[in-house]
């Protein structure tokens, strides 16, 4: 260590000048970095998952659409909303990445010909509302609600509230940018009618990848700046000197920026995850920096010159700093196994940023510590008698109470285990956003007056080529849709070419069923294809080869439990019959992460738990160690996601990554308290006497880094991501009892097992360093 601090020393100016140089430079490559926002983002290119939506994308081209809602409380049958519904169903035609547009007006209306009876008409329901009389309106507003595939999708029952949806193209599904475009088009087209004075409410793929954009930048830009602020002014409240705040936020800046510096060099793109990585990196550097200065500032008050202090608290922490950069690069990894890529590769980024804030601390802190000296009134009383008597009357409180903090602790410990049992996991996409935001209202807009939001693609396999002229597959079909709405009350409207047939069936033989001749079937969906305008074909509907059927199925938005439930239902239900069918589209998808949020919660903190098992053995050399170690990290995650079990709340991605994350940053305060305790232990100090040396030397900064990244993190809990806010709340609450854990129960739990006056859990002969 004496070497390594000469070399410091001696390289001071070399050292303070050379890294931001090279941090700088790197730094320039972020002017290359860039922002992906799509659901493509959550699934690995080789996911199961993801290839299947695709293959269903391309036979039936994209679910994705653009959604425009508006509300006339005077009903929209009239000319002024039928006129602005005209207007952007053709603005929207016209969009790039538009493929297709469906509206009130252009609903294509099966009827008979009045002049003529015997001709069947396919045209829009609405060609130029201008011309129409109150008469003719009042006869289309009743031709529309009488139509089921309009009533709840197209147009409330009560007339009053209309939806536009606008098809994307596949090409614009995957094309980076293209929910840009598109939204800026849409935004232009409102602002064009704004003079109608409607409130447009706005859903659909694009809006939900710019939400998402719009929140990750927000946040970054927001609460980021606001994190580092907070953790400014706590590190002058602890350090009450401008030196240690300066060192620790150099520290933390330089990791950042190297880490996504690197990020953009690797080819990988920002996203709602991995843009929170600031916060990650404050976390980290400012738990390292902490220790360092700390202790750094106790050695100058009992006297010691500069560079002694300098050697005294690098030979103090440089085995802990190192262990604890470990140990949370474990943490954080751990999440690399996680089938979600954004969770994979914050997990990874944030690993590499633990490891580089300890290069950064043990260098670049020293370094410029040599050069600009910390002024320090020396104050043998104030570093000797305070500090110690404070440790000495915590010690005595911990003895005199240690059976009632055991007590108290496994009570604790049982109840809220109970609470894990009543834990659900959720996926669903809608809820990434909190109430208040845009998208959240239109949401909830379209499933109160119109329909249920969320969508089941369901391909029915009839098992043949022309299969799905089949009267008994369409009957099928039918029976299928029925019994889905009795079964679940989520399940809102069906539309498939099934109703268009059985319209057709009614107006000929004025028989609303499925007609009982294949070849009636095709002749009335081959009249129905011709009669549609370019564009509106009904091959989205079905595959080439008409063996395929798509059903869409509207849904209101559930939890993903429910979602599987309800999806695994429908291909049972499909199973019992001679034919089969697989429930498709982005509520499908989303709904199956699921499983991977509940691995990622339960392989990461496994994974996190073995691993720095391993790394505590390797320490300690004492396999009777890794218990008291396990039991105070452990704890803090039980106790927070059991009261989430408790009160009923989902545990979200947000929630799923915190548990190794929290076990990797508590997992610190523990280490820096074991090793001060060992080496008192070591030096032949008794139990007590070894907490009151942990207390003087670690407890306050262990207290303080805390409070610190709490903080921090707590700041992330007024997001209206609600990942980020879910995680920032539980991260935050976790490492707060994580600490009354390590400065309470591992104190008794030391008592209880090594209290001999020869330690039996710490001892190693005693080396010079």
């Not at 990791?255 to 996203?271: A, E, P, Y």
């Not at 549609?532 to 798509?550: A, F, H, S, T």
């Not at 994350?661 to 280490?671: M, N, P, S």
Request: glycine share 6%; hydrophobic share 50%; aromatic share 10%.
């Amino acid at each position: 260590m004496q070497a390594f601090v000469s070399f410091l020393l001696r390289k001071r100016w070399y050292i303070v000048l050379t890294l931001p140089i090279v941090v700088v430079l790197l730094a320039t490559l972020l002017r290359n970095a860039g922002f992906d926002g799509s659901y493509r983002i959550w699934f690995a290119p080789e996911s199961k998952t993801l290839q299947q939506y695709d293959h269903f994308k391309e036979v039936f081209g994209n679910d994705d659409s653009m959604i425009i809602v508006f509300s006339d409380e005077d009903g929209i049958f009239r000319h002024k909303p039928l006129a602005v519904i005209e207007r952007l169903t053709q603005k929207l035609w016209q969009t790039e990445y538009i493929a297709r547009v469906d509206s009130l007006t252009n609903y294509q209306y099966v009827h008979v010909d009045a002049a003529y009876p015997d001709d069947i008409l396919v045209e829009n329901l609405i060609e130029d509302s201008s011309v129409l009389t109150a008469e003719e309106l009042r006869k289309k507003k009743e031709a529309a609600l009488g139509e089921e595939p309009l009533v709840g999708r197209i147009i409330s029952p009560d007339a009053k509230t209309t939806m536009i949806t606008a098809r994307i193209t596949p090409k614009g599904g995957n094309t980076i940018g293209a929910s840009k475009s598109i939204m800026e088009s849409v935004h232009r087209y409102l602002q064009e009618e704004k003079e109608s004075g409607y409130e447009f409410y706005l859903a659909g793929g694009p809006v939900v990848n710019q939400t998402f954009k719009t929140l990750a930048i927000h946040d970054v830009s927001t609460f980021t700046p606001l994190a580092i602020l907070l953790a400014t002014l706590l590190l002058f409240a602890v350090f009450k000197k401008f030196s240690g705040v300066v060192a620790t936020l150099l520290v933390v800046v330089f990791t950042f920026l190297v880490v996504m510096s690197l990020q953009v060099l690797f080819g990988f793109k920002f996203n709602n995850f991995t843009a929170n990585m600031p916060l990650f990196v404050i976390a980290i550097g400012i738990a390292d920096a902490m220790h360092l200065f700390w202790v750094y500032l106790l050695e100058r008050k009992k006297g010691l010159r500069n560079e002694e202090a300098i050697y005294e608290s690098l030979r103090k922490n440089f085995t802990p700093l190192l262990l604890t950069s470990l140990t949370t690069a474990v943490g954080f990894a751990s999440l690399g196994i996680s089938e979600i890529v954004p969770v994979k590769t914050l997990g990874i980024a944030t690993a590499s940023a633990a490891l580089l804030a300890f290069v950064f601390t043990i260098l670049f802190v020293p370094a410029l510590l040599a050069i600009f000296p910390v002024n320090v009134k020396v104050s043998h009383k104030e570093a000797g008698t305070k500090n110690r008597s404070y440790a000495k009357a915590y010690v005595s409180f911990l003895i005199k109470h240690n059976k009632s903090i055991t007590l108290i602790t496994l009570m604790l410990f049982s109840v809220m285990a109970y609470g894990l049992t009543q834990l659900k996991v959720d996926s669903n996409a809608v809820r990434y956003f909190r109430q208040d935001v845009p998208f959240r209202e239109t949401v909830a807009t379209i499933e109160q007056k119109l329909t249920g939001p969320m969508a089941y693609e369901i391909v029915a396999d009839s098992g043949e080529k022309d299969g799905i002229k089949s009267p008994e597959f369409m009957n099928r079909v039918e029976r299928f849709c029925v019994e889905l709405k009795e079964k679940f009350g989520d399940a809102r409207h069906t539309f498939s070419l099934v109703d268009v047939t059985k319209r057709f069936n009614e107006i000929v033989d004025a028989n609303k069923s499925v007609p009982q001749d294949k070849n009636l079937i095709a002749q009335y969906l081959l009249l129905y294809s011709l009669s549609l305008p370019q564009g509106m074909e009904i091959n989205d509907k079905m595959d080439v080869d008409e063996r395929y059927l798509r059903i869409t199925a509207s849904m209101n938005v559930v939890d993903t439990s429910k979602d599987l439930e309800m999806i695994a239902w429908i291909e049972e239900w499909w199973a019992k019959t001679e034919y089969g069918a697989q429930v498709n589209g982005q509520t499908s998808m989303f709904a199956h992460m699921q499983s991977d949020i509940s691995d990622t919660l339960i392989e990461s903190i496994s994974l996190a738990v073995v691993l720095i098992c391993i790394v505590m053995l390797f320490i300690f050399k004492n396999i009777k160690v890794i218990p008291i170690f396990l039991i105070p990290n452990i704890l803090p995650i039980v106790l927070v996601v059991g009261i989430m079990g408790w009160l009923g709340i989902t545990i979200d991605i947000g929630v799923a990554i915190s548990g190794a994350i929290i076990l990797g940053i508590a997992v610190d305060d523990t280490i820096h308290f074991l090793l001060k305790y060992q080496e008192a232990r070591v030096k032949g100090e008794p139990t007590q006497e070894a907490l009151e040396y942990v207390m003087e030397y670690a407890g306050s900064a262990i207290l303080f880094t805390t409070i610190i990244l709490s903080g921090a993190f707590m700041v992330f809990a007024f997001s209206q991501f609600m990942l980020n806010a879910n995680f920032g709340l539980v991260t935050a609450i976790a490492l707060v009892v994580a600490v009354l854990v390590d400065l309470v129960l591992l104190p008794v739990l030391l008592l209880r097992f090594d209290g001999a006056k020869r330690s039996k859990l710490f001892y190693k002969k005693e080396r010079h360093v």
